[in-house]
């Protein structure tokens, strides 16, 4: 049930994270990458909307969908390079910030394969399908009815 329709969002709101989306999309990330990242944390989430846009986002871009059905077992699947494990571990620790297991080690492992600036980013895109999660959820978004916007321009 829809508490909240995007109507009834204020327009700054939605601007505001609109303009942010934009910049991680055109921030010179790998989309298929984004588009994992997205769907992992959304399953940690459990916001089965963005669950639904991501999945098709991410068979849009390409991606196979065993590595969509496995992300979950990610450290036990060898579908996964080791960037995107990389990745993947650091999207976890962000979603779930365990004060403990936030150390220099995540960024060593993800410094052999990203520089500062992807780094940075890759921080942001994390926090930015997070907050997307978390207003979804609130707001009540009806799963199921996304559809990928074939005109859609991605940096990747």
Same mark, same amino acid.
């Given at each position: ?42 399953? =940690?989430?459990?916001? %089965? ?5 991501? @999945?098709? $986002? &991410?068979?849009? !871009? ?6 969509? =059905?496995?992300?979950? %077992? ?5 579908? @996964?390079? $080791? &960037?995107?494990? !990389? ?20 960024? &060593? ?48």
């Amino acid at each position: 049930m829809e508490r909240i329709t995007y109507k009834d969002v204020p327009a700054g709101l939605t601007q505001a994270m609109l303009q942010v989306q934009h910049y991680i999309d055109n921030s010179g990330l790998d989309h298929k990458l984004l588009e994992l990242l997205r769907f992992r944390i959304s399953q =940690i989430n459990s916001c %089965a909307y963005c669950l639904d846009m991501h @999945y098709k $986002e &991410a068979m849009h !871009a390409g991606e196979d969908p065993l590595r969509l =059905i496995s992300v979950s %077992a990610w450290r036990e699947t060898p579908y @996964y390079s $080791e &960037a995107e494990q !990389a990745a993947l571990a650091f999207a976890e620790t962000l979603t779930h910030m365990p004060a403990e297991e936030h150390s220099d080690d995540i960024h &060593a492992a993800l410094e052999k394969y990203f520089t500062k600036a992807e780094i940075a980013n890759l921080t942001l895109a994390i926090i930015q399908i997070n907050s997307w999660n978390r207003l979804t959820r609130s707001f009540g978004s009806t799963p199921g009815k996304y559809k990928v916007r074939e005109t859609a321009v991605h940096a990747n």
